[in-house]
């Protein structure tokens, strides 16, 4: 069972930067790729950024191109993937709760997921705040 852990949310100024880290375990017998997604209050989940599952692949949304980054590490007994969202230049628009996600793509290592319903698992969210 594919359980993910976010952290590192926060209030903010205008112009700061944050890293939010999901902690992902349970990522056995199959590959996966991994997705951050945000909610502002009063709008439905958007896609902010996704990365394949050995790194090659990496897409961004439009509204954060050039400012967020999606990286992760791997722990040395290979049990947890670490998934980062480094965010820098942060405006008021990228106040939201800040979800990790990770899609099951079997054996498509390459495979990068966009689309909220192609994933199969969610964290419980980290808020992110930023002041103007």
């Known amino acids: 069972q594919v359980q993910l852990v976010e952290s590192g949310g926060g209030l903010v100024q205008n112009g700061a930067s944050l890293r939010l880290s999901c902690v992902a375990s349970g990522l056995t017998n199959s590959n996966y790729a991994m997705g951050w997604f945000r909610q502002a209050p009063g709008r439905e989940r958007e896609f902010v950024a996704a990365i394949n599952w050995r790194g090659g692949r990496i897409y961004y949304a439009d509204s954060v191109k050039g400012r967020f980054t999606i990286s992760f590490t791997i722990s040395r007994d290979n049990a947890k993937r670490t998934v980062f969202l480094s965010m820098n230049s942060l405006k008021a628009e990228d106040t939201a709760v800040y979800y990790c996600?990770?899609?099951?793509?079997?054996?498509?290592?390459?495979?990068?997921?966009?689309?909220?319903?192609?994933?199969?698992?969610w964290g419980q969210g980290t808020q992110v705040t930023v002041s103007s």
């Open positions: 996600a990770a899609a099951d793509v079997g054996r498509a290592y390459y495979s990068v997921r966009t689309k909220e319903r192609e994933y199969d698992s």
